[in-house]
């Protein structure tokens, strides 16, 4: 069970933020007590049936006091796994449950301390309903592999970054970020190569730290992509404190950019361009003008190839 355990935790960190999880029913956590979770994503209703996140949080507040004294180590880890369950598109209709020895932990370690004040462990809460770690799939702070590939350890730099403060990274980084204007040519177009392109609705600029800014934006049209774009509000990742190039909530634009390992992102020298129907058009036609490059070089590949068979026969 182990080495499965350990392929699905692995996995959360790859899908933290994969666009096809994220896309459908995936949000990012705003639950303040689960923001420094090893996943950021989750879905709602949660294990405790809360239909929405600002519910989870008013509940889960209950035991705020409890996780500060640190009656268990364990036990922000357990409340987050049930008030925000990790969101991937394998469990997405039934996400995954935190295991039954970690509720069992954390239990142990703050039920003392509760019934001093007359509270007994919470129902809602109950060790025997969850899962048992070698006999199903479920959660738990060993089942987490941090050490990540270095080609995504950037969307990862804030774990590195304990005790920063959100408010300190907006009035000492926002203020810095200076986005290159990329003008919309055919001569960038053909150098750029971009694999997205949606017309789309800015509908908010998520900040949860200093290395993370996730732009939501509503697709109204995918032009172009390598892989299928709903038609629904969806994460534009930024890789760095910067949102370049910038966007503002209900900005109806055309976005010019790339996909990585399934996910959608907004990178300095990508293009943004306010929607205008002509943008459509002119789109289409460095489009053609791209694949007739690409059919072209492709030729000339060829062409070379059986130039260099004949020489050899």
């Not at 990790?86 to 039920?111: M, N, V, W, Y």
């Not at 809460?125 to 969850?130: F, K, N, S, T």
């Amino acid at each position: 069970a182990l080495p499965i355990l350990t392929a699905f935790a692995a996995l959360f960190l790859w899908m933290r933020f994969d666009l096809g999880v994220y896309a459908a029913t995936c949000e990012p956590i705003r639950i303040p007590m689960c923001k420094n979770m090893p996943w950021n994503i989750t879905r709602m209703p949660n294990h405790l049936h809360h239909s929405t996140q600002e519910n989870a949080i008013l509940a889960i507040e209950q035991y705020e006091e409890l996780v500060n004294i640190n009656c268990s180590p364990v036990l922000g880890f357990f409340l987050c796994a049930m008030y925000s369950p990790i969101c991937t598109l394998e469990f997405l209709h039934d996400p995954i449950k935190p295991c039954k020895s970690l509720c069992q932990r954390a239990k142990d370690g703050c039920e003392p301390l509760m019934k001093r004040y007359n509270h007994s462990w919470p129902e809602s809460l109950a060790c025997d309903d969850l899962p048992v770690y070698d006999r199903g799939v479920c959660i738990s702070p060993e089942a987490i592999v941090t050490d990540l590939p270095e080609d995504v350890k950037w969307a990862d730099e804030r774990m590195a970054q304990e005790g920063s403060n959100e408010n300190d990274c907006k009035s000492s980084n926002i203020g810095r970020c200076r986005c290159k204007k990329i003008k919309p040519t055919l001569t960038t177009y053909l150098s750029k190569n971009y694999n997205y392109i949606i017309h789309a609705k800015v509908k908010g600029v998520i900040r949860s730290n200093c290395n993370e800014v996730v732009t939501v934006v509503e697709v109204k049209e995918t032009l172009k992509a390598s892989t299928t774009i709903p038609r629904t509000q969806v994460p534009l990742f930024t890789n760095s404190s910067c949102q370049c190039p910038q966007l503002l909530p209900n900005q109806d634009v055309l976005i010019m950019c790339y996909e990585w390992h399934s996910r959608l992102m907004l990178l300095e020298g990508c293009l943004v361009e306010k929607w205008k129907d002509q943008l459509n058009k002119r789109f289409k036609r460095w489009e053609q003008r791209l694949q007739e490059q690409v059919r072209t070089t492709h030729g000339k590949i060829l062409n070379s190839g059986r130039t260099g068979r004949r020489s050899e026969e």
